[in-house]
């Protein structure tokens, strides 16, 4: 079993819409939660990071996080043409500096 | 500064070759990651240093690896005997206390063994 697990996709939903993307992973100690976008032959930039259960809104973005059932969600409002990318999991223990990422999931928004 | 800088872009090698490359990060961080992705998955975490020291290295991570960042500024990796199995980009990323848990990552080195 991966330590962080994403569905690899691609996702895809019309322009407008909610895109709604999944991570689950497996350390209990695990204290930081973050989403990384990385579009086609570019590097990983992180677009939020959440530490506490609940909600975290960041304009179009909400991350949710619920550390009982080892879920973390990244939702996308009015999804757009620019926004088609992978979006990647990654996930920090307690008990090191390593992030550990998950495969992510390719998102595709079309006009 | 601009960001996070690795040299070179592209590396072909044969198989067998030694291999080295190098990262420059942004100059205030003292935080220094380095990453492997392959196509389709995610970054995997290979090493991390503060400051000069390597405080952290992944326990999958091969001998034929080794990591240097020797006065705390930029860093190298190299890669002995390259095998086709170590074809993938390398990514270096970088932090301080300052920008807390982000990383900011380079383009990375992509590199072939053939």
Redesign the interface.
């Known amino acids: 079993q991966k330590e962080v697990e994403q569905n690899s996709g691609p996702l895809s939903v019309p322009e407008g819409a909610i895109a709604s993307l999944n991570c689950t992973y497996s350390d209990r100690g695990s204290q930081s939660f973050f989403w990384y976008r990385q579009y086609s032959g570019k590097s990983p930039e992180l677009i939020m990071f959440i530490y506490s259960n609940g909600d975290k809104e960041d304009g179009r973005f909400t991350a949710q996080l619920n550390k009982a059932s080892q879920y973390v969600s990244l939702l996308i409002r009015d999804s757009q043409p620019s926004d088609s990318a992978t979006y990647l999991c990654a996930v920090r223990s307690n008990a090191g500096n390593m992030l550990t990422f998950g495969g992510g999931t390719r998102l595709m928004v079309k006009p | 500064d601009t960001g996070v800088s690795q040299d070179p872009r592209h590396k072909i090698t044969k198989r067998g070759q030694n291999v080295t490359f190098r990262c420059d990060p942004i100059s205030e961080h003292n935080?220094l990651?380095w990453?492997r992705q392959t196509l389709?998955?995610?970054?995997?975490?290979l090493t991390?240093f503060?400051n000069e020291a390597q405080?952290?290295k992944?326990r999958l991570l091969s001998d034929r690896f080794s990591a240097e960042r020797p006065k705390g500024s930029f860093s190298t990796l190299e890669i002995q005997r390259t095998e086709q199995g170590d074809s993938a980009m390398y990514?270096c990323a970088s932090s301080s206390a300052w920008t807390g848990?982000?990383?900011f990552?380079?383009?990375?080195t992509q590199l072939s063994v053939l």
């Open positions: 935080r990651y990453y389709g998955q995610g970054p995997e975490f991390y503060q405080l952290e992944s990514l848990e982000k990383l990552f380079g383009s990375g």
